[in-house]
Nanobody, 115 residues
Framework: QVWLVESGGGLVQAGGSLRLSCAAS????????MGWYRQAPGKQRELVAVITSGGSTNYADSVKGRFTISRDNAKNTVYLQMNSLKPEDTAVYYCNADTGEVDYWGQGTQVTVSS
């Protein structure tokens, strides 16, 4: 079992920055990759960024060059630094932990970007 707790969402003006955090606990050893997904109203949940246990990263085209995913293994925490935010980045952001067999999800944190 893995538990994920997100923090760091909020309201920001276009062009601003936010940093999301996701603290993992439980069976940390079983996690292969952690990532951030988002879901805007009326849309499907989509991948934003992912980082593997080996440190490899992958990003959605829409956030490349603006968002950075990183991890602090000592704190079992994954971060998403979001810069140059746009109104279309508005969504609920979810942390995900992939064990290869089971996906675990956080409760979500709202990010709202005003124009």
């Amino acid at each position: 079992q893995v538990w994920l707790v997100e923090s760091g969402g909020g309201l920001v003006q276009a062009g601003g920055s936010l940093r999301l955090s996701c603290a993992a606990s439980g069976s940390i050893f079983s996690i292969n990759a952690m990532g951030w997904y988002r879901q805007a109203p009326g849309k499907q949940r989509e991948l934003v960024a992912v980082i593997t246990s080996g440190g490899s990263t992958n990003y959605a085209d829409s956030v490349k060059g603006r968002f950075t995913i990183s991890r602090d293994n000592a704190k079992n925490t994954v971060y998403l630094q979001m810069n140059s935010l746009k109104p279309e980045d508005t969504a609920v952001y979810y942390c995900n932990a992939d064990t290869g067999e089971v996906d675990y999800w956080g409760q979500g944190t709202q990010v709202t970007v005003s124009s």
